[in-house]
C-alpha cells in the first residue's frame, strides 16, 4: 500500500487544503492513507483522523513537522504538540516520549533542513530521502545519507496544494488501516519511497513561494 507521509493544510502557516479535501482527492488518486504533517500544529492532523474514521478507504496517520533548533523533524503517531525550539535532540526525546517515531525531514533543504552533522549527532535512523519539493541532487544526497547511516527511508509530496498530493509518497509491504501498525513497519524501517523530485522549474517556484510567505510573516521563520 501506498501513504504520502508528508502533507499540510490550512493549520499550517503556509498550507492551503483542508483536511476532509485531501481525504477525497487522496481516495480519488489511488492513496491508502496519507500523514498530516502541519508545522508545529496537530489540530488539522486530529480533525483528519477523525473524519477518516467515517471513510474506511483512507488511513490518516497523526503527525507534525516540527520546527527544532535547527532545522526541522517529522514525527508520526503524536497527537500533542511538541515545543518548537527545542534542540533537534530533544526534539526526538519528545517525540519518542509521546509513543511517535522521528523522522529527519529533508535534510539538506535550504533554511529548515537538519544538516548532515545534525542527523547524525542527533542519531536519526529514519530519514525522508524523497521529498516532491527537494530537487533531485538534494533527495539523492539524502538517500546516500541514509544509507551510510543504515536508516530507513521515507517520502512524500510535502504537499501544500491538493495537486501535489501523492507526487511523492512511501510504500509499506502491509495492508493496514491501523495507525499503531503504520508506525510499526516505519520503525522497522520496512518502507521505500516512490514518486518524482521537483523540476528545476517547479523547485524556482517554491523557492519564491517560501521568500514571499517569508517576508510576509516579518522575515520569520516557519
Known sequence: ???DLHAHTIYSADGNVEPEIYIKHAQKIGLA???ITDHNEVKGAIKAYQLAK???DVTIVR???VSTSNGHVLAYGVKDKIPRGLTPEETKERIVELGGVAVAAHPYRLVSGLGVETVKQAKFDLVEVLNHRSPKHENGR???LANELGAGLLGGSDAHYTWEL???ATEFKIETDNEGDIIAE???KRTEPIGESSTFFQG???YSKLVVHWLKRGFKRI
Do not use: T
Request: proline share 0%; hydrophobic share 55%.
Open 1 to 3: 500500500m501506498r501513504l
Open 33 to 35: 492513507g496519507l500523514a
Open 54 to 56: 467515517k471513510n474506511k
Open 63 to 65: 503527525g507534525v513537522e
Open 142 to 144: 539524502a538517500l546516500k
Open 166 to 168: 501523492g507526487l511523492a
Open 186 to 188: 516505519i520503525s522497522k
Open 204 to 206: 524556482v517556484a517554491m
